[in-house]
């Protein structure tokens, strides 16, 4: 059973500093493209970073040059460094990551996309 496990949210002031990560276990393949999204209440999920296994990154509008993703390759896992805080940025995050395709006793499986149960970021003013 894939699970993605998430940790680093909380409540910090504006113009802080807070990183999560996401780590996939159940797993022994390495992830494709992991990711970070964000929703707040009522409002659509929205891109925040996303990160190859090649580590090409890719970033939301609203967060480029104040996010950072990285990734562990080895431990499957990824990092989103958030700087300079906005409470616009108030919401929960979600990890993302893409299972690749796999075969497995002569079955094939196709590729998955999973997600953590999300972190609460909240930015105060």
């Known amino acids: 059973q894939v699970q993605l496990v998430e940790s680093g949210g909380g409540l910090v002031q504006a113009g802080g500093s807070l990183r999560l990560s996401c780590a996939a276990s159940?797993?022994?393949?390495?992830?494709?493209?992991m990711g970070w999204y964000r929703q707040a209440p009522g409002k659509q999920r929205e891109l925040v970073a996303t990160?190859?296994?090649?580590?090409?990154?890719n970033y939301g509008d609203s967060v480029k040059g104040r996010f950072t993703i990285s990734r562990d390759n080895a431990e499957n896992t990824a990092h989103l460094q958030m700087n300079s805080l906005k409470p616009e940025d108030t919401a929960i995050y979600y990890c993302k990551a893409d299972h690749p395709p796999t075969r497995i006793n002569g079955r094939y499986y196709s590729a998955r996309n999973y997600w953590g149960q999300g972190t609460q970021v909240t930015v105060s003013s």
């Open positions: 159940g797993t022994d393949f390495s992830m494709d493209a």
């Open positions: 990160i190859t296994s090649g580590d090409s990154r």
